[in-house]
């Protein structure tokens, strides 16, 4: 297969599943999985920042990782302008441009904010933010937030951690065919498989984190991931064969059996 880049603003990368950095019993079963996953883009939220206690400080250790983007991400943001602050601070501590928008005021389904989360898009993106907006399965934000230079849509494929998989897929068909932008798949998945169907539908990536920090041996489900990413990725390349009402032969017979049928009839 020829090269395949997968590009987000002026940055270029080769590995389309990302990874996030939660929910992983310790800093060395993270680690582990992050080099077994070949993830160019790890998420860390702002608040494990926390240079003045090493224990609960991821920044450190994913600092150190050798062809690893971090993408600081506003998790804990209730609106808005606590997401902006936090996208500029976490630029400030790590220098790096994109940013993970993540706004879910309500904690007992963490659902994504779609207003706060396109008034927080369109300022970033101003900025100079490489913008990386986590949001409902809706088109018409997706378009919103094309429209105000986000880097790429990340649409949720079911409710974070619930891994649910792809009960979103009808409307990620929609916004996978009308977007100019990167589609990538962020929260739900639990399974290998439906990372490469989100790949077979289209997403650019997919951004896993539940599924492989919840795993009884985190480092192989990502490694598990990371091949399914591939293979569904290569597939949708490929192009998969087209879905019919009805059966169709894969190697018709009906001439050869009307010629046997000729031969078999007696002399008259």
Request: net charge neutral.
């Amino acid at each position: 297969m020829s090269a395949d880049p997968f590009q987000l603003g002026d940055l270029t990368f080769t590995s389309r599943l990302l990874l996030g950095t939660g929910k992983f019993s310790d800093s060395a079963t993270m680690l582990r999985a992050i080099a077994a996953s070949g993830a160019q883009i790890v998420t860390v939220a702002l608040r494990r920042f926390n240079r003045a206690q090493p224990e609960d400080d991821l920044f450190g250790p994913l600092s150190r990782l050798p062809g690893v983007t971090l993408m600081p991400n506003t998790s804990g943001a209730r609106d808005a302008a606590e997401a902006i602050r936090a996208a500029r601070i976490a630029r400030e501590l790590c220098g790096s441009r994109l940013i993970k928008v993540e706004i879910h005021p309500n904690p007992q389904h963490l659902l994504p904010d779609a207003i706060e989360t396109l008034e927080a898009a369109k300022v970033l993106a101003a900025e100079g933010f490489l913008v990386m907006p986590y949001m409902p399965a809706d088109p018409v934000l997706a378009k919103r937030l094309e429209d105000v230079g986000v880097a790429s849509v990340m649409p949720l494929g079911a409710p974070i951690g619930s891994g649910q998989g792809l009960g979103t897929s009808e409307m990620l068909r929609i916004i996978i065919e009308n977007s100019r932008v990167p589609v990538i798949v962020d929260a739900g998945l639990r399974a290998p498989s439906e990372a490469a169907h989100a790949m077979e539908m289209g997403c650019a990536a997919v951004l896993i984190n539940s599924a492989v920090a919840a795993a009884e041996r985190p480092a192989d489900m990502a490694a598990a991931f990371a091949q399914a990413v591939q293979a569904g990725r290569a597939a949708y390349r490929a192009g998969l064969m087209p879905r019919r009402a009805t059966a169709s032969a894969t190697s018709p017979l009906t001439s050869f059996l009307k010629e046997e049928t000729r031969n078999l009839r007696p002399e008259t």
